[in-house]
């Protein structure tokens, strides 16, 4: 992702309606991603149970590495594209390079190992129970942040900050043949195995929701279970496909194919990196969208955000009522254990509230 290839164009869109456009649709990318994300965050920790289940670890970082990639990344892309030079000094040229094919590494193998933590929950629901911890899922967290390290640390010193002709820009240092051997290894890596990854795991898991009934559940259950799963499942693959389609065809177009210099192929990497931004800000839509148990968790948070003062009765908050972001499908029984360890509370009615009252999040 070469961040400032509009800088090797002879255009600049400063001052134009061309600048405007980029300006507000980084904007909305930048507000849209933030938010969501952030939002996201919030319903998996509120309840304190973000290490509670292997999936909510693995979502917690997704979102963390998507909130960091539009944080790091967008800002100065806008300023790429909007500004004439390079303002932010050459540590800033090298670090925000390296922070964003970090994040951007980090997101599509937090993808492909929710993937593979999918197909095992589902497929082989009992064999992967005592796998699928929230210690392995750190475990897998940080060999994600390894790999997307070693992956990264190229980038520190790919980009340098540069005076072309009186201009001060942030541009690639190395040479042809390296450039193009690293920006090869930046689209197997940060795309194509994990595309075939996805399909993979996806198409197996969508082939076993299909073709099996679980004979402890009710038939009519496990198909609607299967709808929802599956729905989810075909919705995040296409997505982060498509997203990042564009991006890695313009730069193999650069190294292999036609791609002349001119305000036409300006436009389409622009257009490019706007559509590979905005998968990063697509999930928490797609949460609140396809799942009503999201919807709930979301509309509660606001509401205790909205209140003026504390409700004083202590029956209107129970601590066990939290939200646990535990796919459709999914056959981890820790709500029962959790139910005998928790005490009995009793409102005033002498009814007793629910003491494992647990949401679940169709999620993938």
Known sequence: MNMNASQHFPFSSNGTAESVVISVAFAVIFVAGTVGNSLVLAVVLRGGRASAKSTNVFIV????????????????????????????????????????????????????????????????????????????????????????????????????????????????????????????????????????VLSLTYARTIRYLWTSVDPMQDM?????????????????????????????????????????????TYVLRILSHLVAYTNSCLNPIVYALVSKHFRKGFRKLFDCMGQKRPVKRVHAAPPAQTVSLVEVGSSEGSNQSDGLTRPRLWSKGGKKTMTSAFMTFNVT
């Not at 094919?101 to 082989?124: E, G, K, N, P």
């Not at 296409?238 to 890695?248: A, I, K, S």
Request: net charge positive; charged share 15%.
């Open 61 to 196: 970082n997704l979102c963390a590495a998507d909130l960091c990639f539009i944080l790091l990344c967008v800002p100065f892309q806008a300023a790429v594209y909007t500004l004439d030079e390079w303002l932010f000094g050459p540590l800033t040229c090298r670090a925000v390079h390296f922070a964003v094919y970090l994040t951007m590494h980090a997101s599509a193998l937090t993808l492909t190992a929710v993937s593979l933590d999918r197909y095992l929950a589902i497929r082989y629901p009992l064999r992967a129970r005592e796998k699928r911890t929230p210690r392995n899922a750190l475990i897998c967290i940080g060999v994600v942040w390894a790999v997307s390290l070693v992956l990264s640390s190229p980038y520190l010193s790919y980009y340098q900050q540069m005076d072309l002709d009186g201009t001060t820009v942030c541009i690639p240092a190395w040479d042809f043949q390296h450039r193009r051997a690293m920006d090869i290894c930046t689209f197997v890596f940060g795309y194509l195995i994990p595309v075939l």
């Open 220 to 264: 009519s259950e496990c198909r609607r279970a299967k709808r929802k799963v599956t729905k989810m499942i075909i919705i995040v693959a296409v997505l982060f496909c498509l997203c990042w389609l564009p991006h890695h065809l313009v730069i193999l177009c650069m190294w292999f194919g036609h791609f002349p210099l001119n305000h036409t």
